[in-house]
């Protein structure tokens, strides 16, 4: 089945009539609660909680996971365009809602079943928030080397070390750590899902970011925090690879996010364009005006074309990991791009804080580094190449 | 109680609404539809009455095929059936029309409270809840900023120029709400899948026992000869404050009876 869904200028194909509702009201909700207090919140570095609260309550948060659970058992061809709206609103909480289902992931795909009644509810029911922890300060691009620490203390664990650059870190509910309970290597890694509340856990001061500063990012410092170690994910050692296959996922969410941030810049580009005039014309209908927006907006389909088709991929079932990365990498691009681009066409107004593009340029930027720079996509994707 | 809620699809608020050159009526093909903002408020109040009082909620809606998305929110937000009068030849129907129509419909389907926005955001007449209730020979209760049942009365606050009267009626009776009165809901993802199986009742104007020649654009009462585009903004009036500029700003306010 195919319903065709076109608002403001976009035009999907959906597979099902509650997808287009679905659409209808995450734009609905994107222009009326999102998009007006974006400028606001971002120039305040306001983290604004309630819209998470809000966004739970409609059922938004959790789209792809289980019914069962209090999911919305949508495929990702569908959850990922509805983040794809959420962003063009506002960024910021669309990266937030990805990296809520980042941190979602490894329970709702590796849990056993008993983990899964006892706390997928919980974590899938709206009210609570996610963060996702892989990275440390010495262990960025080369995440198997990280250096937190799990020692055995018979039914748990005590965990000490550094987690940086923890997107939701300070105001999370919960945290997925990856820890190190054996040796050296990816091999030597678990997962824990643990509560904010754990004592020996606390959140540095949020970092100073060029943008996306409604997300706040701070380290996560751990002192001999206990842990049960019913609250690990998988087997011991396994944490690697249940890190590793939230990530594939995670990425198709930050190709969305991308995608929605350019078209944000294109549409406020192609209204810009519409009403300055120049030469005694607006300067949409000069050559080299024009040119330079059918560039964007082709950029801007391509991307959405290729995370649809990696998404499409892995709700058949098929290994969509190469094509996840590929997504990540031009959509992330080709929003940097784009955002420059329609700085561009807004001329010296749009190197001004009077007008949103130069906040999307500067939000751009953040997405060509999180969940894997492009430089490790491209290692990802040059891995596979020879390959079967 | 039964409920019914009468809700019109119009073309997106914020969109450039434009004219048909063929027969002035509205081009409803150029934008966006979206349920009139006024019904939403009228929905949201059905709602509230069916959480307190029990009770089943059914959404009236007459329009074209696409109006079928309106009365899907409709329902996604909680209400339980949808009646959707389709048919060609109500195209260009005016607001006699239209509350013949809706009237016809809500006649014997045995109505405690029918609800409607106070007025529509494209044609704007605010006349079709009155016109309904005069037809229906019911109380007219228009312009609430409070609803309150008490067994088989019916209480509002109507909003006027200078305050709020507050009106009695027996039911069943016609209520028309205006934005005050609450604050729509959104439909959850939970609403939507749930919407997918309630009844929608779709009729044609033969269905509904309506007679062709009180319908459409022939109908109409008047006739749309001639159109332009709205003027640009005029400047506005200047006051210069020669130690009397209090009094002109309040002269000035009177005559717009903003005071
Ligand atoms: C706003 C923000 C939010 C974040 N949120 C989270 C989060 O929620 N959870 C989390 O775990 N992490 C998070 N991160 C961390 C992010 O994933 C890392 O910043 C990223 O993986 C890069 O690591 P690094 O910063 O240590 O850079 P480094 O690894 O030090 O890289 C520096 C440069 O070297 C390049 N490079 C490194 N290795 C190679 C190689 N082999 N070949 C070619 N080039 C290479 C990189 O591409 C980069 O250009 C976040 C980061 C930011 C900025
Ligand atoms: C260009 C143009 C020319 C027009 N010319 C004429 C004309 O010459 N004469 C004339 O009488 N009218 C004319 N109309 C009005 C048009 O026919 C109205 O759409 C119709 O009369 C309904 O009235 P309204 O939308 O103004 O309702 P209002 O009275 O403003 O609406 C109040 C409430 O009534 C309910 N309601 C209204 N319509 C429906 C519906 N279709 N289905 C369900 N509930 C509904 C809703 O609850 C709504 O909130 C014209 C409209 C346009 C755009």
């Not at chain 1, 403001?8 to 287009?20: D, F, H, I, M, N």
């Not at chain 1, 249940?242 to 192609?270: E, F, N």
């Not at chain 2, 109680?1 to 019109?8: E, L, S």
């Not at chain 2, 309506?210 to 709205?230: I, K, N, P, Y």
Request: net charge negative; hydrophobic share 45%; glycine share 10%.
């Amino acid at each position: 089945m195919t319903i065709a869904w076109q608002t403001s200028g976009v035009l999907r194909r959906l597979p099902t009539p509650e997808a287009a509702s679905l659409l209808d009201l995450t734009h609905e909700v994107a222009t009326k609660e999102l998009r007006p207090r974006a400028d606001e919140a971002e120039a305040a570095a306001y983290f604004p909680r309630e819209i998470f609260t809000m966004l739970g309550e409609l059922g938004l948060m959790s789209l792809p996971y289980a019914e069962q659970f209090g999911g919305g058992d949508q495929p990702y061809e569908v959850s990922l365009q509805v983040l794809e709206e959420l962003s063009r609103a506002w960024m910021s909480v669309a990266v937030g809602v990805s990296v809520h289902n980042l941190a979602c992931f490894p329970l709702a795909n590796f849990g056993t079943d008993d983990q899964q009644r006892q706390w997928l509810p919980d974590l899938l029911g709206g009210g609570l928030l996610g963060a996702y922890c892989l990275s440390e300060p010495e262990s960025g691009s080369d995440a198997a080397a990280l250096s937190t620490r799990a020692v055995d203390a018979g039914d748990d664990y005590l965990v000490s070390g550094t987690k940086a650059w923890i997107t939701h870190g300070g105001v999370a509910d919960f945290y997925n750590l990856m820890v190190r309970t054996g040796d050296e290597g990816a091999k030597g890694i678990s997962c824990l899902l643990v509560n904010a509340d754990t004592s020996g856990l606390t959140a540095a001061a949020p970092e100073h970011k060029m943008g996306g500063n409604s997300s706040p990012t701070a380290q996560i410092h751990l002192v001999d925090a206990r842990v049960s170690k019913s609250r690990r994910i998988a087997a011991e050692g396994a944490g690697f690879t249940v890190a590793l296959a939230a990530l594939d996922a995670g990425r198709l969410g930050i190709a969305a996010c991308a995608v929605g941030l350019a078209q944000a810049a294109l549409d406020a580009a192609v209204q810009y364009s519409g009403v300055r005039v120049q030469f005694g014309r607006p300067i949409r209908d000069l050559q080299g005006v024009s040119f330079m927006l059918a560039d964007m907006a082709t950029s801007i389909e391509a991307a959405r074309a290729l995370y649809l088709e990696a998404a499409r991929r892995k709700d058949a079932g098929l290994n969509f990991t190469s094509i996840a990365a590929m997504a990540k990498l031009m959509a992330t691009d080709s929003a940097m791009k784009v955002t420059t681009d329609a700085i561009q066409v807004f001329g010296g107004a749009g190197y001004t804080r009077d007008f949103p593009v130069e906040r999307f340029f500067r939000e751009a930027k953040v997405l060509q580094i999180v969940e894997g720079t492009n430089q490790v996509q491209r290692m990802v994707i040059g891995r596979s190449l020879g390959r079967g | 109680m039964k409920i019914a809620v009468c809700v019109k699809q119009v073309p997106d608020t914020w969109a450039e609404k434009k004219l048909r050159s063929d027969d002035s009526t509205l081009d409803r093909e150029a934008a966006d539809g979206v349920m009139n903002e006024l019904d939403e408020y009228a929905v949201e109040e059905a709602l509230k009455l069916q959480e307190a009082h029990g009770g089943e909620i059914t959404i009236i809606t007459m329009g074209p095929e696409r109006a079928g998305e309106t009365v899907r929110k409709a329902l996604s937000m909680g209400a339980d059936a949808a009646v959707h009068l389709v048919d060609d030849s109500l195209h260009g129907s005016d607001a006699l029309a239209t509350s013949y129509a809706l009237a016809t419909i809500l006649t014997g389907r045995d109505f405690d409270l029918v609800f409607f926005g106070s007025e529509s955001t494209d044609a704007r007449m605010s006349v079709v809840p009155a016109m309904v209730a005069e037809r229906l020979g019911v109380a007219q209760l228009t312009f609430a900023q409070k609803v309150d049942v008490d067994g088989t009365s019916v209480t509002i606050q109507r909003v006027t120029d200078y305050g709020f009267e507050t009106v009695v009626a027996n039911m069943p009776a016609v209520v028309s709400v205006v934005e005050k009165i609450n604050e729509p809901r959104y439909p959850s993802f939970k609403g939507i899948m749930a919407a997918k199986k309630k009844p929608v009742e779709t009729l044609s104007t033969v269905d509904a026992g309506l007679e062709g020649s009180q319908l459409g654009l022939a109908a109409a009462w008047t006739v749309v000869e001639d159109f332009a585009a709205r003027p640009p903004k005029a400047a506005g009036t200047i006051v210069t404050d020669e130690g009397d500029g209090g009094v002109k700003l309040a002269e000035f306010l009177a005559t717009q009876k903003f005071i």
